[in-house]
């Protein structure tokens, strides 16, 4: 609920309500968001309010919009493996670039893995990839 005598901003406290219904499972991927309207009702706000909320959750990667169509739950995919290759020299994430995004068919908010070689880097979407270290390259 909102609690209108907090100094946080209600579209945040939206965003942080309907973000737990997410990790709880409450809202399942797939699932249709409540309308803006319906969430504006309920929670006693504007429709501006919800659309802010949404944003946010949209800008973590949490859900998916589309033109016309309702405020869908993000689904995860299923994780691919990926064996980090015997040469690699660090790992780390970041947000990806706008070629990065389309490439990999990002959602808004999902960041990369970026695995550095002595060959380069090799980027991968961090909502679906599970990076695998083998004996030869485990990390002590």
Do not use: N, W
């Amino acid at each position: 609920m909102i609690d209108r005598r907090s100094d946080r901003a209600f579209y945040k406290q939206l965003a942080d309500e309907l973000r737990e219904q997410i990790a709880s499972g409450h809202l399942a991927g797939g699932a249709r968001l409540p309308s803006q309207k319906t969430l504006a009702e309920k929670y006693g706000i504007s429709i501006d309010t919800v659309r802010d909320a949404i944003d946010v959750l949209k800008a973590e990667g949490l859900v998916v919009t589309r033109q016309g169509q309702p405020t869908r739950v993000r689904e995860a995919g299923p994780k691919q493996a990926v064996p980090l290759p015997e040469d690699f020299v660090a790992v780390g994430a970041r947000m990806p670039t706008q070629e990065e995004r389309d490439r990999l068919d990002l959602a808004t908010g999902v960041p990369v893995l970026v695995v550095r070689t002595s060959e380069g880097e090799m980027v991968y979407a961090a909502d679906s990839t599970h990076l695998v270290a083998t004996d030869a390259s485990s990390v002590a």
